[in-house]
């Protein structure tokens, strides 16, 4: 099977190009790149032009429900979303049930996206200890063998210190590494926004930003003693970026990701009390946005990930303070983080770095166009403008604040291994 990608602009930060040009795929692998148009006898034909081409994306942070909440998000639609996003790569959190702790979920998990899902690759994140309880660590060596990339108990933090420090070393034995929910639960115990005056204002119990920041102090200095590296999640405020960044001029092995929803609302935005504005971390005040976009273009911040957090809309539609956390993000991310290109943020090199650096990050293949390499590419049409239609989204849930935000670039194709997963007419 051949497939030529005529005259995009192929956008390849790590292989330090960009041009317009054409690309080959046969039987799944970039055989050829050239500049201009080229040739195949035989080929099916995509016409690129006005396009940019760029790595597969991959999304480290994702959450599928499956097993256990399949009516929120299965793999198979959970896959589908993500295809429609860009994404030819996912990363699936171990807060399942039962939890992402045993071989078994690992082997389910995968199985079921080999056989029923769209192609979209599946790389299953462990969890560090039993149950997700913090108590007891989980049998990692097991968890790696059948098929994990990392550890976390992502959606609660390991409070015992010991039991970290343990995680860490043994994960590490493995070629794993520890992803930190980096959260103070004493701090933002009862808590249902970010402590500022719009919380005041809108009768809300605050979460006080130091929940947040205090914990990341913590693993930035456990993996500087241990000499071991550590991701920081969905990082929300300016203390956390300015402590990330304090222990990476140290040398210390600490890489961050944020949401593309920090970038794009603040704690304002939940005086609507729409319960699809209450995520963990909560939106964070004006001063934090703006230090999270400064850290987008300083590296302080390694990656984009979307925290997909599907939730039925029985479950959301209740009051504020009973509503779960969470908001969908596969589907809107690329036209939310392209506002920071559009803006001057960023450029759009960094733009494909940031939603390829998770494969450096956990030791994935991907995240770059290269002959001889897997033909896994995302075709964006970065100018298109558009609205976001929840009602449009192939996710099983549709809790999203971005309902009806007029929006510029879309992802026009998602191809995985040379077959396309999803594609859009314009």
Not at 148 to 176: C, E, H, N, W
Not at 346 to 351: K, L, P, Q, V
Request: net charge negative; glycine share 10%.
């Amino acid at each position: 099977m051949k497939t030529l990608i005529r005259n995009g602009k192929i956008v390849n930060p790590r292989a330090g190009k960009s041009f317009v040009g054409s690309i080959l795929v046969e039987d799944g692998v970039v055989t050829k790149i050239a500049a201009g148009d080229m040739n195949a006898a035989g080929a099916e034909a995509i016409d690129a032009s006005g396009l940019s081409v760029v790595p597969g994306l991959i999304d480290m942070h994702v959450h599928f429900r499956d097993p256990g909440f399949e009516y929120k998000e299965d793999i198979v639609s959970g896959l589908e979303a993500a295809a429609a996003g860009g994404f030819t790569a996912v990363c699936t959190m171990p807060n399942t049930s039962p939890s992402c702790d045993n071989i078994g979920t690992i082997e389910y998990q995968l199985k079921k996206a080999r056989t029923e899902g769209n192609g979209v690759r599946l790389f299953p994140v462990a969890a560090a200890s039993k149950g997700l309880k913090g108590e007891t660590m989980a049998p990692i060596g097991e968890l790696k063998e059948a098929g994990a990339v990392a550890i976390s108990d992502d959606g609660k933090p390991i409070s015992d210190s010991s039991l970290l420090l343990r995680v860490m070393q043994y994960a590490a034995t493995f070629g794993l590494t520890y992803l930190s929910h980096a959260e103070d639960l004493s701090l933002a115990k009862g808590g249902q926004m970010n402590e500022s005056y719009f919380s005041t204002l809108y009768g809300l119990p605050p979460i006080p930003s130091v929940a947040e920041s205090i914990v990341v102090a913590r693993e930035c200095l456990m993996a500087q003693y241990l000499g071991l590296p550590v991701h920081i999640c969905h990082v929300s405020t300016k203390a956390a970026v300015d402590t990330i960044a304090h222990f990476k001029k140290l040398g210390v092995k600490v890489t961050a990701e944020t949401a593309p929803h920090y970038l794009t609302l603040t704690d304002e935005a939940v005086g609507s009390y729409d319960t699809n504005t209450k995520v963990n971390p909560p939106l964070r005040s004006e001063d934090d946005r703006k230090a999270l976009l400064a850290a987008l273009k300083d590296g302080t911040i390694d990656a984009i990930a979307t925290d997909h957090a599907p939730h039925h809309e029985r479950d959301k539609n209740v009051e504020f303070n009973t509503a779960p956390s969470g908001m969908v993000g596969l589907e809107t991310a690329v036209p939310l983080l392209l506002k920071t290109v559009q803006d001057g943020h960023i450029s759009f090199d960094r733009f494909v770095e940031l939603f390829t650096a998770g494969y450096g990050i956990l030791g994935i293949e991907g995240g770059v166009i290269a002959e001889g390499k897997r033909a896994d590419l995302t075709l964006i049409a970065p100018d298109y403008q558009w609205t976001i239609d929840k009602n449009m989204f192939l996710s099983r849930s549709r809790n999203t604040p971005f309902h009806g935000f007029h929006v510029t670039g879309a992802v026009f194709r998602t191809i995985v291994g040379g077959k396309t997963v999803f594609s859009r007419t314009y």
